[in-house]
């Protein structure tokens, strides 16, 4: 009995870690200044208008798809460098670096990069809501990963990549080449 419970106790670390990562996150996105929600005061669960205010600033957006993407490349990595880990602490490692890209992305510094580099004029950041959908999002790409093994996901990627272009003139390669090589 002693030792099934020890293995039950083992298996809740990694659900506890990513508790833990994501209570730190929404601390310090508040600390940062970030909105809780839209400042518009409307719940819309999906914003598709890229050029609107309301980008960024719900809890879905066409942005999320990029970060879908994370994850199916986080899985691919994690499952690359850390084999023998468990699945859930892949997925716990994922979201802790997904995390602290949200945390990264919603600095000021990137805030002013993202408006002198990318199509996004007038970003604000993230609010606290989009922020969390964006982590959901990444989980999302890495169960996809899972499932799609190697060539679904690099399918994926590509027809995801291609999608968002056609659609709002952007991507997550894109924005990648322009936040590293411009400016």
Known sequence: ???????????????????????ATVCQLRHQGRLWWCACGQFYPWAGDVWSSHNSQHLFDPYSFTHIL?????????????????????????VSIEALWEVLENTDFTIQRYRTLTIAL?????????????????CTGFALARQ?????????????????????????????????YAG
């Open 122 to 138: 007038d970003y604000q950041g993230d609010t606290i809501a989009n922020s969390l959908g964006d982590i959901l999002s990444c």
């Open 1 to 23: 009995m002693l030792q099934k419970h020890g293995v039950a106790e083992a298996k809740i670390w990694p659900w506890l870690v990513m508790a833990a990562v994501m209570t």
């Open 70 to 94: 994370h994850g199916l490349v986080l899985y691919g990595l994690l499952a690359w460098t850390w084999p023998k880990l468990s699945l859930a602490w892949r997925l716990c490692l994922a």
């Open 148 to 180: 799609l093994l190697f060539w679904g996901s690099v399918g994926l990627f590509v027809g995801t990549e291609l999608m968002l272009f056609v659609w709002i003139g952007d991507s997550l390669l894109l924005d990648v080449a322009r936040l590293i």
